[in-house]
Nanobody
């Protein structure tokens, strides 16, 4: 079992920055990959970024590449999503998720555990 708790969401103006955190507990954090997804009202949940168990491999959606950075601190059992140059279209509930295969994936169905989500709202 893995428990995930996101934090760091909020309201920010376009062009601003936020850093999301996801604290994990349960299984050994360094044994699995982590991902961030988001879901806007009326839309499907979409991939944002993923990171392998060691942090050595990272993956990004084209829509956030160059603006968002995923990282992890295995000593703190935490994964982060640094979001810069935010746009109104980044507005969504952001979820972190654990992929027990430890490689990281672009696909919702390959993740085994999910957090409850944190709201990010970007005003224009």
């Amino acid at each position: 079992q893995v428990q995930l708790v996101e934090s760091g969401g909020g309201l920010v103006q376009a062009g601003g920055s936020l850093r999301l955190s996801c604290a994990a507990s349960g299984r050994t954090f360094s044994s699995y990959a982590m991902g961030w997804f988001r879901q806007a009202p009326g839309k499907e949940r979409e991939f944002v970024a993923a990171i392998s168990w060691s942090g050595g491999n990272t993956y990004y959606a084209d829509s956030v590449k160059g603006r968002f950075t995923i990282s992890r601190d295995n000593a703190k059992n935490t994964v982060y999503l640094q979001m810069n140059s935010l746009k109104p279209e980044d507005t969504a509930v952001y979820y972190c998720a654990a992929d027990l295969s430890n490689l990281g994936s672009y696909y919702v169905y390959e993740y085994d555990y999910w957090g409850q989500g944190t709201q990010v709202t970007v005003s224009s």
